[in-house]
């Protein structure tokens, strides 16, 4: 399985800014998913990110409030914009491991506090 | 559309003792099906995956977990808890149909596993 690292590892951010996340695979992967964990909560997919194309978004997210940049095969960036206490979570990449069209590991998350 | 019914919210059992979490799931499909575990300020670790082979599966750290068509469980069990098996465990369900060379996944809300010594 892949080893994936996430930058900070947590963060404590005023309200209004914009937080940027970078999560490093250290090996070549297609596709990279982003989700967001809420207190409490389960796991919500964000958006797919493919190296050389835009990021494909669920329903709820929109490219202006969460971009994301994917620049080579092993790297990825998720940016949370003009953050509110709402933004408040744990922000997790994950690639598409070895395993299938569906095996998924994920990172170590990014716990993202909002006051 | 796929779903996954976690039965229990939280579980709570001495060490030494099974570990019981149960899983129900929806598909249209013959699934796949997975089990991760959260531990405290840690990212998702994938336990097992079961994928229309064998039935009981075996996974990390002692888990298996077994498919039930007729009763559409895929339950997590555990012979003996570990005070470290203290963790959230999520179980997941494989979209099929979905485009672009992956299938999304589908989390259930989770259950907390606290042991006791």
């Known amino acids: 399985s892949a080893v994936i690292s996430q930058k900070p590892s947590r963060d404590i951010c005023q309200r209004g800014t914009s937080l940027t996340i970078q999560c490093q695979v250290d090996?070549?992967?297609?596709?990279m998913f982003w989700y967001r964990q809420q207190p409490g909560q389960s796991l919500t997919l964000i958006a797919t990110?493919?190296?050389?194309?835009?990021?494909?978004?669920e329903s709820g997210f929109v490219i202006d409030k969460f971009p994301i940049s994917r620049p080579n095969l092993t790297f990825s960036t998720l940016t949370v914009s003009n953050m509110s206490p709402e933004d408040s979570s744990i922000y997790l990449c994950?690639?598409?491991?070895?395993?299938?069209?569906?095996?998924?590991?994920f990172g170590p998350g990014t716990r993202l506090t909002v006051l | 559309a796929q779903s996954v019914t976690q039965l229990d919210s939280h579980v709570s059992v001495s060490e030494g003792t099974p570990v019981l979490l149960r899983c129900n799931y929806s598909?249209?499909?013959?699934?796949?099906l997975f089990w991760y575990v959260q531990h405290p300020n840690k990212g998702l670790q994938l336990l097992l995956k079961?994928?229309?082979?064998?039935?009981l599966v075996k996974g990390i750290n002692g888990f298996e977990a077994e498919f039930k068509k007729s009763e559409t469980s895929f339950h997590l069990t555990k012979p003996s808890a570990h005070m470290s098996d203290a963790a959230e465990y999520f179980c997941?369900?494989?979209?099929?149909?979905?485009?672009?060379?992956?299938?999304?996944?589908?989390f259930g809300a989770g259950t907390r596993l606290a042991v006791h010594p």
């Open positions: 090996s070549q992967v297609t596709m």
């Open positions: 994950s690639v598409l491991g070895g395993g299938g069209p569906d095996t998924q590991y």
């Open positions: 598909s249209s499909y013959s699934p796949s």
């Open positions: 079961y994928t229309s082979a064998a039935t």
């Open positions: 990110a493919n190296q050389g194309s835009e990021a494909t978004y």
């Open positions: 997941v369900v494989s979209d099929f149909g979905f485009s672009g060379g992956y299938n999304k996944l589908i």
